[in-house]
């Protein structure tokens, strides 16, 4: 068997917890990783390094091209640059796959869904461009490019097409944004017809999109959106299936992918055993499927897909008693079993 080398960032807030989480589950799983664990975030700062994204776990993550990481804490307002916004832009991590999907036994209002939100990752308003006017007038400039647009709407549709998927809806707000938007839209419309006819194309504004959305999410697909319109729908769309518990994600280059949960890094449940490590063992799962050990991937999807349907042994937030370290107990004892 294959021995791999994956960078593990463990992260702040819950991140630790959940990550020591999808390490044991993975190991479990009997795959060979060697788990390079690096410093970023509040964390990596506390520790004496100089900025929360060190130079050295970049080198990493560039040497080894695989990484899997716990959510990191940014301070609000001034300070350091957003450690994913400069991970995912010095990494040229462009796409954002974070698949939403109903899972059995986890009860919510709607049955049947299974979309992937794919978002652009290294612009929009993540560029970080701001600047003062003057005292009292500060603007946050929105950037989309065409290079950026059409790469991320090829991603989405290879993707949906790999995947045997039936319709791409891209989210929008081009009626106000005729520039940026448009250009996304321009960008979507020329990838579908020339080169996936095939797949079904619609264009949505966002706020009717969000409103289809919770009114019935089993019609969706997959959606592709600019940055900031993801962010934001990917949480939503968690609640609509069980939470941030369970959603997972993966921000994907060309030669390199990180592995993350959609979820932050909790610090009003941080350090209390209270947070379910699932989105981040399901990232794992996306990673160990990108390096090509999917029977691994699948013996810790059936497991953990057995326990929720049993409905006996689940952490808070999907309605059980059990903390953090009991769920992995678990989880780590039904992959080792293979059941
Ligand atoms: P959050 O996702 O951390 O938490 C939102 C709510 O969901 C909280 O009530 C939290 O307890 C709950 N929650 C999240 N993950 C959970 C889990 N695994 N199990 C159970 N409950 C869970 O969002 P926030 O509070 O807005 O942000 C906290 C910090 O995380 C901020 O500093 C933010 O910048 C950062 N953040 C980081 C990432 C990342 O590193 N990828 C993503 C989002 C937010």
């Given at each position: 068997m294959?021995?791999?080398?994956?960078?593990?960032?463990?992260?702040?807030?819950?991140?630790?917890?959940?990550s020591d989480?999808?390490?044991?589950?993975?190991?479990?799983?009997g795959?060979?990783?060697?788990?390079e664990?690096?410093?970023?975030?509040?964390?990596?700062?506390?520790?004496?390094h100089?900025?929360?994204?060190?130079?050295i776990?970049?080198?990493a993550?560039?040497?080894?091209?695989?990484?899997?990481?716990?959510?990191?804490?940014?301070?609000?307002?001034?300070?350091?640059?957003?450690?994913?916004?400069?991970?995912r832009?010095?990494?040229k991590?462009?796409?954002a796959?974070?698949?939403?999907?109903?899972l059995?036994g986890?009860?919510?209002?709607?049955?049947?869904?299974?979309m992937?939100?794919?978002?652009?990752?290294?612009?929009?308003?993540?560029?970080?461009?701001?600047?003062?006017?003057?005292?009292?007038v500060?603007?946050?400039?929105?950037?989309a490019?065409?290079?950026?647009?059409?790469?991320?709407?090829?991603?989405?549709?290879?993707?949906?097409?790999?995947?045997?998927r039936?319709k791409?809806?891209?989210f929008?707000?081009?009626?106000?944004?005729k520039?940026?938007d448009?250009?996304?839209?321009?960008?979507?419309?020329?990838v579908?017809?020339?080169?996936?006819?095939?797949i079904e194309?619609?264009?949505?504004?966002?706020?009717?999109?969000?409103?289809?959305?919770?009114?019935?999410?089993?019609?969706?697909?997959?959606?592709?959106?600019?940055?900031?319109?993801?962010?934001?729908?990917?949480?939503?769309?968690?609640?609509?299936?069980?939470?941030?518990g369970?959603?997972?994600?993966?921000?994907?280059?060309?030669?390199?992918a990180?592995?993350?949960?959609?979820?932050?890094?909790?610090?009003?449940?941080?350090?209390k055993?209270?947070?379910?490590?699932?989105?981040c063992?399901?990232?794992?799962?996306?990673?160990?499927n990108?390096?090509?050990?999917?029977?691994?991937?699948e013996?810790?999807?059936?497991?953990?897909?057995?326990?929720?349907?049993?409905?006996?042994?689940?952490?808070?937030?999907?309605?059980?008693t059990?903390g953090?370290?009991?769920?992995?107990?678990?989880?780590?004892?039904?992959?080792?079993?293979g059941s």
């Amino acid at each position: 068997m294959a021995q791999h080398t994956i960078v593990m960032i463990q992260g702040d807030g819950i991140g630790p917890e959940v990550s020591d989480a999808a390490r044991r589950v993975i190991d479990a799983s009997g795959v060979k990783i060697n788990w390079e664990v690096m410093p970023a975030g509040a964390s990596a700062i506390e520790q004496g390094h100089d900025n929360v994204l060190p130079a050295i776990t970049l080198d990493a993550i560039r040497h080894h091209k695989v990484a899997l990481k716990g959510p990191v804490t940014t301070p609000v307002g001034k300070g350091f640059k957003s450690v994913n916004v400069q991970l995912r832009q010095q990494l040229k991590l462009y796409a954002a796959i974070r698949p939403v999907r109903s899972l059995v036994g986890v009860k919510t209002r709607y049955e049947d869904v299974d979309m992937v939100i794919v978002r652009e990752n290294t612009e929009g308003l993540y560029s970080g461009i701001e600047n003062e006017i003057v005292p009292g007038v500060v603007t946050s400039l929105k950037v989309a490019s065409e290079p950026a647009c059409t790469r991320i709407s090829r991603y989405a549709f290879r993707y949906a097409n790999r995947r045997h998927r039936k319709k791409v809806t891209v989210f929008h707000k081009a009626n106000i944004m005729k520039l940026t938007d448009g250009m996304f839209l321009d960008c979507a419309r020329k990838v579908w017809k020339e080169e996936y006819p095939n797949i079904e194309y619609e264009e949505v504004i966002i706020d009717a999109g969000c409103m289809r959305l919770v009114q019935d999410p089993t019609r969706m697909d997959v959606l592709l959106m600019e940055n900031l319109y993801g962010d934001l729908v990917s949480d939503l769309c968690a609640g609509l299936v069980g939470g941030l518990g369970v959603v997972p994600g993966s921000n994907i280059g060309d030669d390199v992918a990180v592995f993350e949960a959609v979820h932050g890094s909790a610090p009003d449940i941080a350090g209390k055993d209270m947070a379910n490590p699932l989105a981040c063992i399901m990232s794992g799962v996306m990673m160990l499927n990108h390096i090509q050990e999917e029977a691994a991937g699948e013996r810790i999807k059936v497991a953990y897909n057995a326990i929720l349907a049993e409905g006996k042994e689940l952490t808070r937030d999907l309605g059980g008693t059990l903390g953090t370290k009991a769920f992995t107990e678990v989880l780590v004892k039904r992959v080792a079993k293979g059941s």
